[in-house]
């Protein structure tokens, strides 16, 4: 079974800074990553997606992630910070169950807080 | 409607109570996905469906647990005599024929079901 490892429950940084969150997954096929967000008192939503085509990818609202085989990791970054940015963020791994649903496997968040 | 749409937002029950939890996915989106997200974790999946048929059905963690989507829309999940550790929300996600497979799914705000 796939797995993902999100370093670090929480990170704080201050406004414009730039913003890392950390993923790596485990897979021995080549796999399809996926950074949501989840506002308070909100649904996750899709920040973006890696499916095998260019390694660097970008999403929406300025996130950008980049896919690096070598080091199984799918880095989330943004270069500067908005105070609408806090929210919890996660990584996850798309899976064939073998059971014709491909399910996602999450890792388990971090949250990100943006301090004045 | 607009989005994926879940009934109640909140439930409290009593050890031993059946509770049962609502989704209405997006229109005409054909893939259906229930999951479980504890405290601190991310979530976990339960259940998926296609159309009507509950193709999966391998992260359902007892026969309490139960899932219906009988005319193809509107979905059930059913919690039969329901423990503590049954505290948690439910998380139903939705996505058009041929994106299940890619993981880019489309969540409801979710069920927090708090079992006393």
């Known amino acids: 079974a796939q797995s993902v490892t999100q370093l670090g429950s929480h990170v704080s940084v201050s406004e414009g800074a730039l913003v890392l969150l950390r993923c790596n997954y485990s897979?021995?096929?080549?796999?399809?990553l996926f950074w949501y967000v989840q506002y308070p008192n909100q649904g996750l939503q899709l920040l973006l997606k890696y499916t095998s085509a260019a390694t660097l990818v970008k999403g929406i609202n300025g996130f950008e992630a980049e896919f690096k085989k070598s080091e199984t990791s799918f880095h989330l970054t943004k270069p500067s910070a908005h105070m609408s940015d806090a929210a919890e963020y996660f990584c996850?791994?798309?899976?064939?169950?073998?059971?014709?649903?491909?399910?996602?496997?999450f890792g388990k968040g971090t949250k990100l807080s943006v301090i004045p | 409607g607009a989005g994926v749409s879940q009934s109640p937002r909140y439930k409290v029950a009593k050890r031993g109570q059946d509770v049962a939890l609502r989704c209405d996915p997006i229109s005409g989106h054909v893939s259906l996905f229930w999951y479980q997200q504890a405290l601190g974790q991310g979530p976990e999946f339960l259940t998926y469906?296609?159309?009507?048929?509950?193709?999966?059905k391998s992260g359902l963690p007892s026969d309490r647990f139960f899932a219906e989507r009988p005319e193809g829309s509107v979905s059930t999940l059913k919690i039969q005599r329901t423990q503590q550790e049954d505290s948690a929300v439910y998380l139903c996600?939705?996505?058009?024929?041929?994106?299940?497979?890619?993981?880019?799914?489309?969540f409801g705000e979710g069920s927090r079901l708090t079992v006393l």
């Open positions: 897979s021995s096929v080549p796999p399809y």
């Open positions: 469906f296609q159309n009507e048929a509950q193709l999966d």
């Open positions: 996600a939705s996505s058009p024929a041929g994106q299940a497979n890619t993981g880019e799914l489309f």
């Open positions: 996850a791994v798309s899976e064939n169950s073998g059971a014709g649903s491909y399910q996602l496997t």
